[in-house]
């Protein structure tokens, strides 16, 4: 898994194994709180896994 962050909460997430690629675009006021990620990067864990199972 690759993972790029912007300071004011872009996020791009690439996981080569499974062939996903998922990106999120934000504009927030205040710049990088890293744990903000945090929900972010489950959703696109548990997308990844999801079409990793082939359902």
């Known amino acids: 898994m690759a993972l790029c962050l912007g300071i004011h909460g872009q996020l791009v997430y690439l996981d080569r194994a499974n ?5 999120k675009l934000s504009s927030w ?3 990088l709180e890293r744990w903000k990620h945090l ?3 489950r959703m ?3 997308i990844s896994a ?3 199972d082939g359902t």
Do not use: K, M, N, T
Request: net charge negative; no cysteine.
């Open 44 to 46: 696109f864990e548990a």
């Open 29 to 31: 006021p205040a710049p």
């Open 50 to 52: 999801h079409l990793s």
């Open 19 to 23: 062939d996903v690629v998922g990106v």
């Open 39 to 41: 929900a972010s990067l």
